[in-house]
Nanobody, 126 residues
Framework: QVHLAESGGASVQAGGSLRLSCVVPGIDTSYYCMGWFHQAPGEGREGVAILDTDGRTKYADSVKGRFTISKDNTGTTLYLQMNSLKPEDTGVYYC????????????????????WGQGTQVAVFS
């Protein structure tokens, strides 16, 4: 089991920016499909962005051009840069890891991710 710990959630005005962090100690994340997921109040968990083992990224249509997923040089911290935030971005954000090859790293397959953080709350007000 991989341990993940998110931080960086806050309350922000629409149009603002946040950067979420997810610390993943003790593993080489280059061998993992890494992702960020969003759970809006009363809704299920949905994929926001993924970073596969080949370094490729994919984004949900709702965040393309606004959010960016990345890792630091050591590979122990995953980031989600969130710009031009909208009220519908409100919710809990989770980072997750899966021991999947790049071709199976899929933003829509929430159940394929084995390890999850505890989540960090983001509130966007207009």
């Amino acid at each position: 089991q991989v341990h993940l710990a998110e931080s960086g959630g806050a309350s922000v005005q629409a149009g603002g920016s946040l950067r979420l962090s997810c610390v993943v100690p003790g593993i080489d994340t280059s061998y993992y499909c890494m992702g960020w997921f969003h759970q809006a109040p009363g809704e299920g968990r949905e994929g926001v962005a993924i970073l596969d083992t080949d370094g490729r990224t994919k984004y949900a249509d709702s965040v393309k051009g606004r959010f960016t997923i990345s890792k630091d040089n050591t590979g122990t911290t995953l980031y989600l840069q969130m710009n031009s935030l909208k009220p519908e971005d409100t919710g809990v954000y989770y980072c997750a890891a899966s021991r999947q090859q790049a071709r199976f790293c899929n933003i829509y397959k929430v159940g394929a991710f084995e390890s999850w953080g505890q989540g960090t709350q983001v509130a966007v007000f207009s």
